[in-house]
T-cell receptor, first 113, second 112 residues
Framework: AQSVTQLGSHVSVSEGALVLLRCNYSSSVPPYLFWYVQYPNQGLQLLLKYTSAATLVKGINGFEAEFKKSETSFHLTKPSAHMSDAAEYFC???????????FGSGTRLSIRP | DAGVIQSPRHEVTEMGQEVTLRCKPISGHNSLFWYRQTMMRGLELLIYFNNNVPIDDSGMPEDRFSAKMPNASFSTLKIQPSEPRDSAVYFCASDVNNYGYTFGSGTRLTVV
């Protein structure tokens, strides 16, 4: 069975500061890993996806994530936070042979002026 | 591409009434997913289809919920009879070859 754990349901950073959202996964097979963002009253939007081509994955809006097999982690980072980054972020995992994606519980990111 | 289209955006209904939520996936996508999102339980996968065939409906809460996909461009999620605890945002998403889901904007359901 596959699962993801997002550490911290709420993260608050100052504008211009580093954003770090943590995600650990569990999978018995090499996984696909995803980060999604959800703005208020909207559906989820794909930020980036890891498929094994490269361990450092760059996504939209300046976000990136690094796959670390030894730590079973896929943390999301952004060097400098913008007010517009305030949203809910979801880490997710899938089995490469299956269509189903398993989502984490989400981390709400707040940005302080 | 218009993306995944869900209707209605908002639905308010009385307990006991039938509710039908609709979804049009992205053309060419062969997988379709129905999710429910609440504050208490987060995102729950209700059911998903591959090539219009239901693959996994283990997340459907009870017999009051049913989903159909009569063709590649349309799916419905029906709740009959509806109850207040069904109040949530229901999302439809579509995908092709495990690329990564495209979500619709959701239907906010309120059962009073």
């Amino acid at each position: 069975a596959q699962s993801v754990t997002q550490l911290g349901s709420h993260v608050s950073v100052s504008e211009g500061a580093l954003v770090l959202l943590r995600c650990n996964y569990s999978s018995s097979v090499p996984p696909y890993l995803f980060w999604y963002v959800q703005y208020p009253n909207q559906g989820l939007q794909l930020l980036l996806k890891y498929t094994s081509a490269a361990t450092l994955v760059k996504g939209i809006n300046g976000f990136e994530a690094e796959f670390k097999k030894s730590e079973t982690s896929f943390h999301l980072t952004k060097p400098s936070a913008h007010m517009s980054d305030a949203a809910e972020y979801f880490c997710a995992v899938s089995d490469r042979s299956a269509s189903k994606i398993i989502f984490g519980s989400g981390t709400r990111l707040s940005i302080r002026p | 591409d218009a993306g995944v289209i869900q209707s209605p955006r908002h639905e308010v209904t009385e307990m006991g009434q039938e509710v039908t939520l609709r979804c049009k996936p992205i053309s060419g996508h062969n997988s379709l997913f129905w999710y429910r999102q609440t504050m208490m339980r987060g995102l729950e996968l209700l059911i998903y289809f591959n090539n219009n065939v239901p693959i996994d409906d283990s997340g459907m809460p009870e017999d009051r919920f049913s989903a159909k996909m009569p063709n590649a461009s349309f799916s419905t999620l029906k709740i009959q009879p509806s109850e207040p605890r069904d109040s949530a945002v229901y999302f439809c998403a579509s995908d092709v070859n495990n690329y990564g889901y495209t979500f619709g904007s959701g239907t906010r359901l309120t059962v009073v």
